[in-house]
């Protein structure tokens, strides 16, 4: 096999671009200096449409996992009322971070592959007066669900006074985000999916809502504390070292977005997402979810005749392919392709290809080249990208 | 279009492994210190197999026409009869280089797309007794064809005392070289190709033979003077500052080399060709070669019915796919699809199925997924590669 070729097409982490390596790579500076504070003066403005909002996206240095931290410690304290929708395992998370906090989770299960039903929420609002927040997923990267985020909102805020806390890590970058518009008060997002870069910065929006809790909120918070973040980010600066070389690769991310065009950026993904999905589909293999709730940036696949992890394996061992596997009791039964960040609908050919050839490896008698030809159709039907 | 994601499959310069990208970002060092020593010391034997000599492999920092340059003004002198073989524009450029230092050149003309005939060469040498030396291109990369050198050694051996001095720049490395089995008695390749690094180093082997006729050879030269990398290698130095940064990467280069290991380099290489010409044949799509010629390395189009410049437009401009087009009187006739060093079987697929999907966009009615099915077949007949 070819040495040095990592094919990464896991949900995240995804490829780096070669500039943002570049870029990366530069001369290291001091955090306190005229360079830093230019350099995060050119970041500023150029983050919020990636957003959809008009507030300042605070950066902290850490995983998105510290994000989804930030978003519970600043808004809500022991005690308070919380329902967290859980439709997969990173909405499990928000609960497991609820409960370190003694905050009082309530859970809302949907079936693991399926979007959380907004109808559901409205209800359970108007039996729970007390709930103080509603946390949600919006691409659950462990199933490919993308839920419906803009619904939620709507409900929440015409039968409530909770805060709309929204993990974003594996779209937002990829995905349209209407922060202002939607009328989410907590965005969450990492850098290592659709934004192109390694883990190791987090990026959360706050609405004006929010801040009057967060500026009040009793919980006890110190490195996380998005008060420190927003005081800081007035004078171009942070309230601690941030990660200086992620930044300098942030600028150069928000470059090639420009270049691109945001929303050109998001047609590219809706298109890798139909071309993923209809091969598979022309292959006879089954989808985890459907299309009305399936995310642009990863696509699930439960099959129904041999092991995923065979598949997998054989991927791994002829072509250096990563793609996921399955979590919790999705473990061994699905795989998941990510389709996010720089990766390009000739990449999805290329996966498409290689998932071909690893069929018949692991003893799947698929037409080859039929789902490859489904998923070209739809890159024809499509029209020239921009 | 996803910016910054930039598919070369021109015959070279060919991709850069991201590991010697690395390798050549490393702090420069002196040139006449203990650690370029060392880096040449662990680079001179490990270039040997590569070659298939047990002499040492010299390293002139230039282009690989610096490198045809070196074999030309180290071997022949004004006036020396030499044959050279022109089987496309290389062979032309030895043609070129000659008369410039007005060497007695006779051509031996084949028609572009062929390889030459072993058996006209015995003819000429026994009617011409006193040609010095014959030229010949290994791997013709304006039109694909890897010529049979091997039985041109032996013929021009047994025939006469001329040397044999061949281009390899488009080929070593991708496809096995017998410098000392087959005795080539010079042999020039380039780092930009197979070699997987950046242009600017040339790599020169010289037989026993030829030595003796480079020793004495009263042409003027300086830089280029294959005498002084001798002498110099042999202490494990160079005779002028060498291209330091492209040694780094060849050190890296080498290690990826051995990790694939040679043979399943060539394998890998066969592979591909045979993919890709398989693939055509599938779409109906002439080749402007015949199999038994055909370089592993680079694959030649010819097509009938639609232009290659289309095509070619086409692919650049939705996928940022770079093809080569037509050298001389085949520019517009033909394109060229390098496959060659940091290249795989995955690769081969990405670029198959973009053509087809090309094709379309340009009007031309082919089956989608046909190409790409044969030349997975291909891959599937060829069993597992190490």
Redesign the interface.
């Known amino acids: ?5 990592h ?1 990464l097409r896991i949900p995240g982490p995804s490829p780096i ?5 570049r870029a990366m ?1 530069q001369t290291m500076i001091g955090h306190r200096g005229k360079e830093t504070k230019d350099l995060i003066q050119r970041i500023k403005p150029r983050l919020k449409p990636i957003f959809g909002t008009e507030q300042d996206v605070l950066i902290v240095s850490g995983s998105g996992t510290a994000g989804l931290e930030t978003a519970v410690v600043n808004t809500v304290k022991p005690g308070d009322e919380v329902l967290v929708i859980v439709t997969g395992a990173f909405g499990d998370r928000f609960v497991k971070i609820c409960q370190a906090y003694d905050v009082a989770v309530q859970r809302y299960d949907v079936e693991w592959g399926a979007a959380f039903d907004p109808a559901y929420i409205k209800t359970y609002l108007k039996d729970h007066p007390n709930i103080k927040a509603v946390f949600a997923t919006y691409c659950e990267t462990s199933t490919g669900i993308l839920n419906p985020i803009q619904e939620l909102c709507t409900i929440v805020h015409e039968n409530s006074n909770a805060l709309v806390i929204v993990d974003g890590v594996s779209c937002v970058g990829g995905v349209d985000t209407e922060v202002d518009a939607w009328g989410i008060d907590v965005l969450v997002t990492g850098s290592q999916k659709a934004m192109m870069l390694p883990a190791g910065l987090t990026f959360i929006t706050v609405s004006e809502e929010a801040w009057k809790i967060i500026e009040q909120n009793k919980q006890a918070r110190f490195y996380l504390d998005l008060r420190k973040y927003r005081k800081s980010l007035a004078d171009d600066s942070t309230p601690f070292t941030p990660a200086l070389s992620l930044l300098f690769g942030l600028d150069q991310v928000l ?3 420009e ?2 065009g945001l929303q ?1 950026v998001y047609t ?1 993904h809706e298109l890798m997402k139909k071309m993923t999905r209809s091969a598979f589909k022309a292959m006879g293999i089954p989808l985890l979810t459907a299309d009305d709730a399936a995310s642009p940036t990863v696509t699930a696949i439960r099959p129904n005749d041999f092991a995923a992890e065979d598949l997998r394996k054989v991927m791994k061992q ?2 250096n ?1 990563s793609v996921a596997g399955g979590q919790q009791h999705l473990q061994g039964k699905i795989f998941r392709i990510g389709h996010m960040g ?6 999805v ?2 996966i498409i ?2 998932v ?2 690893s069929l ?2 692991i003893g799947k008698q698929i ?4 789902g ?2 489904a ?3 739809v ?2 039907q499509q029209g ?3």
Chains 1, 2 share one sequence.
Request: proline share 6%; net charge negative.
């Open positions: 096999m070819l040495a040095d070729q094919l671009p070669p500039s943002v390596q790579n470059n090639l977005v270049e691109e050109n590219r002829e072509f392919l720089y990766c390009s609908p000739a990449d050919l290329q290809g290689i071909e050839i018949r490896k037409e080859l080249g039929q490859i030809r998923a070209q159709e890159y024809l020239v990208l921009a």
